[in-house]
């Protein structure tokens, strides 16, 4: 069992087991602070975009040439940049901070969420 390490909307770092040959996005989509993935790991929405932490972002297989193309167009697109539907989790464990525009298409798919953290002052992001 690896361990994803996964940094919430409130910069809070989470342990999330996860079973070695599942896709990151598929841990993620799980969470209430997870991704939305909403072309379901097809490559082309960009909804499970993550920055993998320098330190652990060897530990993925590198990403084939449709995950750099899509990545590469994205507005806040960095060097650590993935796509969770498109990096499997090895054996071991991998670092990893969901972009701020997963986390609005993730609140955009559960509106009751999103209100519910406007009320409370949590959404939007003040990091
Ligand atoms: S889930 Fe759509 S690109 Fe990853």
Known sequence: ?????VIDRDGVSHDVECKPGL?????????????AAICGGMCSCATCHIYVDDAW????PAPMS?????LTELSHYRENSR???QS??????VDVDITQESLQAFLDENP????RLEAEGKWPLKR
């Open 112 to 115: 009751d969420l999103r209100h």
């Open 23 to 35: 896709k990151v996005m598929e841990v993620l989509r799980e969470l209430d602070y997870g991704v």
């Open 66 to 70: 449709d995950e750099r193309d899509l």
């Open 83 to 85: 796509l969770s539907c």
């Open 88 to 93: 499997l989790v090895g054996s071991e464990d």
């Open 57 to 60: 972002k060897d530990k993925l």
């Open 1 to 5: 069992m690896a361990t994803l390490q």
